[in-house]
């Protein structure tokens, strides 16, 4: 019997139809980000999952990510102008703006999720201290360090002792997406079955606020 239909009697059994039309799994979300890194390296758009207002919000988020790995790459850069660092500089601060905006995005998107198969929960249900949304965006972060150390790994470029200490660290980081993608999968089924409360963290960021930040309102003369 395949794996896919096991989960799919599992979970029959486990939670009433409602619940079950929207029940995430966290593997499809794994399985997103990862082909969306080489899809994106190798300038391939991705089919847009339409039937999943979710994992479209993933693939968003994900996507801003994607940009930041590869402006800072050329922050780092010892060989780019000073007009270069300054426009990559401007673009970090808004693409990690826009991720942080889609991490909140996706918290409210499975809030809609639990209103809409009537879940609530328990009386006596805890928070939790990360919201899914943030683990998604952990994930994420991973499945660009996964691909990126598998890239070192086809170098020809290297000495024996990086690609080793290379495959260290890929093992680390597989270990760490699979024990990620456990814990979160432990985390929605607990919210899903009302065992813990689900609240979208508003992280208010002030910085690009330029009414909230004095150096962006602040008089021109008065910040020389």
């Known amino acids: 019997m395949s794996g896919s239909s096991v989960d799919s009697q599992f979970f029959q059994l486990c ?5 079950l039309q929207v029940m995430i799994l966290i593997q499809r979300i794994v399985q997103l980000q990862s082909l969306s890194v080489i899809r994106w390296h190798q300038s391939i758009e991705n089919d847009r999952p339409d039937e999943d207002d979710l994992l479209e919000l993933v693939r968003q988020q994900h996507q801003f990510n994607y940009l ?3 402006e800072e790459d050329i922050a780092r850069s010892r060989d780019v102008s000073d007009a270069e660092i ?3 500089k401007r673009s970090i601060d808004r693409y990690n703006q826009q991720r942080n905006d889609m991490i909140e995005r996706v918290d409210d998107q499975i809030t809609l999720m639990l209103d809409r198969g009537n879940i609530v929960p328990t009386g006596a249900a ?5 919201t899914p949304g943030s683990t998604i965006d952990r994930l994420s972060i991973l499945a660009l360090r996964i691909y990126h150390l598998r890239e070192q790994l086809e170098r020809r470029d290297v000495t024996d002792a990086h690609l080793q200490t290379v495959q260290q660290k890929l093992a680390i980081c597989l270990l760490q997406q699979d024990e990620l993608a456990l814990s979160l999968q432990q985390l929605i089924d607990a919210i899903f ?5 689900h609240r979208t963290y508003r992280q208010l960021k002030m910085y690009n606020d330029p009414t909230l930040n004095p150096y962006l309102y602040r008089d021109p003369v008065a910040r020389a």
Do not use: D, F, I, Q
């Open 15 to 19: 939670y009433p139809a409602e619940v």
């Open 68 to 70: 930041l790995w590869h």
């Open 86 to 88: 300054a426009r990559v």
């Open 126 to 130: 805890p928070m939790n201290t990360e």
């Open 193 to 197: 079955s009302g065992h813990k409360r």
